[in-house]
């Protein structure tokens, strides 16, 4: 049993790493669709890529211990969803809030 933990745990650790070593560039390319979404004329439709980065990255960054980051990005993807006019207001400062966290 304590072999299996123990092989868990590296396992872990490892993918652990991958993510970490792969968050400045997942950040940037929110950060970069995130503005490319913004300076459209029209925001009809949400930004699938822009979306499906924020809902990824959401997910992984709190299993991999960035609860803020996974709060934000969460935040992110309620805005995109919601739409409107105040949602849109408030992804600037949370991509601000993300570009925090680029190392």
Request: proline fraction near 3%; charged fraction near 20%; charge should be negative.
């Amino acid at each position: 049993m304590d072999n299996n933990l123990s092989d868990f745990q590296n396992r872990y650790r490892v993918l652990q790493e991958q993510f970490c070593a792969d968050l400045s560039a997942r950040l940037e390319h929110i950060l970069t669709t995130g503005h490319n979404w913004l300076a459209t004329e029209t925001q009809a439709m949400p930004d699938d890529e822009f979306l499906i980065s924020a809902h990824k990255l959401a997910g992984s960054a709190g299993s991999f211990g960035f609860p803020e980051i996974s709060t934000l990005c969460q935040q992110i993807e309620d805005a995109i969803r919601e739409n409107n006019s105040a949602s849109r207001q408030a992804i600037p400062g949370l991509l601000d809030q993300l570009r925090a966290f680029i190392k």
